[in-house]
């Protein structure tokens, strides 16, 4: 009823004080003042020439809508609000002029300001290099799924290890999910084989594959996740035994550097906005149970790290895993 009264929501309250922003007074493409229009998709506000640019690159690029006179959902308000502005969100697109390239001014013919607002939005000509932004719906659906994911992986970590998590994230960087594949040529414990698990530490956390019998080449393809606390350290790997009437044997050890992966996840941060490329490595060293240097790729938007180790303080075995980063913060 308070929409009959002319009475505004408090989301579109809230658009309009984004729209007093000094940034958000001019527009986004063209610097023409006091803008009235909006992108619902890009999160910039624009003035009406560049509105009609903006309706014929396609809602799956812009949505464009009245500041005052359309009707906005919540999650078109939040997600205007969550870029920032103008300002915010020029700093994304136009990070990279390449030679001759200028904005058009608020005199500038249709077509000169049509080729500059396609070359912006749609080719995304003025990004970093090698960057790319999901705009619209398709960006908002991943952005839940990935959540979704994260939600539910976190669940699984409180349940394995006991921890509160949900209540403390402030105090986590992020979570790790580490696929152990396979172990080659470990050690035998027992008559002529061993009963093989592995056993991952970090911190307060402790988790576990389950057990291979009689199997000195195990494959588990088991996936384990484990939260990362600010004060991380590194990961301890251990890998025994199975023994149902004594103590299990140990079977070697070995410890995980994660810090290369995690200083470069964090770096890059949403890692869907790069393509395929190496962004970080952990080196073979003397004194690390590295077979061979080990590089930190994002892959198919994801940080992912894959990781040959020669077991310690045992007479043989091999551990091969691989590591990928999920942030919190999504």
Same mark, same amino acid.
């Given at each position: 009823?308070? %929409?009959?009264?002319?009475?505004?929501?408090?989301?579109?309250?809230?658009?309009?004080?984004?729209?007093?922003?000094?940034?958000?007074?001019?527009?986004?493409?063209?610097?023409?003042?006091?803008?009235? &229009?909006?992108?619902?998709?890009?999160?910039?506000?624009?003035? +009406?020439?560049?509105?009609?640019? %903006?309706?014929?690159?396609?809602? %799956?690029?812009?949505?464009?809508?009245?500041?005052?006179?359309? $009707? &906005?959902?919540?999650?078109?308000?939040?997600?205007?609000?969550?870029?920032?502005? @103008?300002?915010?969100? @020029?700093?994304?697109?136009?990070?990279?002029?390449?030679?001759?390239?200028?904005?058009?001014?608020?005199?500038?013919?249709?077509?000169?300001?049509?080729?500059?607002?396609?070359?912006?939005?749609?080719?995304? $000509?003025?990004?970093?290099?090698?960057?790319?932004?999901?705009?619209?719906? *398709?960006?908002?659906?991943?952005?839940?799924?990935?959540?979704?994911?994260?939600?539910?992986?976190?669940?699984?970590?409180?349940?394995?290890?006991?921890?509160?998590?949900?209540?403390?994230?402030?105090?986590? +960087?992020?979570?790790?999910?580490?696929?152990? #594949?396979?172990?080659?040529?470990?050690?035998?414990?027992?008559?002529?084989?061993?009963?093989?698990?592995?056993?991952?530490?970090?911190?307060?956390?402790?988790?576990?594959?389950?057990?291979?019998?009689? @199997?000195?080449?195990?494959? &588990?393809?088991?996936?384990?996740?484990?939260?990362?606390?600010?004060?991380?350290?590194?990961?301890?790997?251990?890998?025994?035994? %199975?023994?149902?009437?004594?103590?299990?044997?140990?079977?070697?050890?070995?410890?995980?550097?994660?810090?290369?992966?995690?200083?470069?996840?964090?770096?890059?941060?949403?890692?869907?906005?790069?393509?395929?490329?190496?962004?970080?490595?952990? #080196?073979? *060293?003397?004194? @690390?149970? #590295?077979?061979?240097?080990?590089?930190?790729?994002?892959?198919?938007?994801?940080?992912?790290?894959?990781?040959? +180790?020669?077991?310690?303080?045992?007479?043989?075995?091999?551990?091969? #895993?691989?590591?990928?980063?999920?942030?919190?913060?999504?």
């Amino acid at each position: 009823m308070s %929409h009959a009264l002319g009475k505004p929501s408090s989301g579109k309250r809230k658009l309009r004080d984004l729209l007093l922003q000094s940034d958000n007074r001019i527009c986004a493409d063209c610097g023409a003042p006091d803008p009235k &229009w909006a992108s619902a998709t890009i999160g910039v506000f624009i003035c +009406l020439k560049c509105c009609g640019v %903006h309706r014929n690159l396609g809602l %799956h690029i812009s949505k464009v809508l009245s500041v005052t006179l359309d $009707e &906005w959902t919540d999650e078109e308000i939040d997600g205007v609000i969550e870029v920032g502005g @103008n300002d915010a969100a @020029n700093k994304i697109y136009e990070a990279h002029f390449p030679e001759g390239v200028t904005k058009p001014s608020r005199n500038a013919s249709h077509e000169e300001r049509s080729k500059y607002i396609r070359s912006k939005y749609e080719l995304q $000509e003025f990004l970093k290099p090698g960057m790319r932004v999901q705009t619209g719906s *398709s960006r908002k659906e991943g952005k839940v799924v990935r959540k979704s994911v994260c939600e539910k992986t976190l669940e699984s970590i409180a349940q394995s290890t006991g921890l509160n998590i949900a209540d403390h994230l402030d105090e986590y +960087l992020g979570v790790l999910k580490i696929k152990v #594949l396979k172990g080659s040529n470990l050690a035998v414990r027992d008559m002529l084989s061993s009963d093989p698990y592995i056993v991952l530490s970090l911190g307060e956390q402790k988790v576990q594959t389950t057990v291979v019998p009689s @199997n000195l080449n195990p494959v &588990w393809n088991q996936e384990l996740n484990m939260v990362v606390p600010k004060d991380y350290g590194p990961i301890k790997l251990q890998v025994y035994d %199975h023994d149902t009437f004594s103590a299990d044997d140990i079977m070697g050890e070995a410890e995980i550097d994660v810090q290369p992966m995690i200083t470069s996840a964090l770096a890059f941060g949403d890692a869907s906005m790069y393509g395929d490329r190496q962004i970080g490595k952990w #080196l073979q *060293s003397y004194d @690390n149970a #590295l077979i061979e240097d080990s590089p930190v790729n994002i892959v198919d938007g994801k940080v992912r790290q894959e990781l040959w +180790l020669r077991l310690q303080n045992v007479e043989s075995g091999e551990v091969e #895993l691989e590591l990928e980063w999920v942030p919190l913060t999504l």
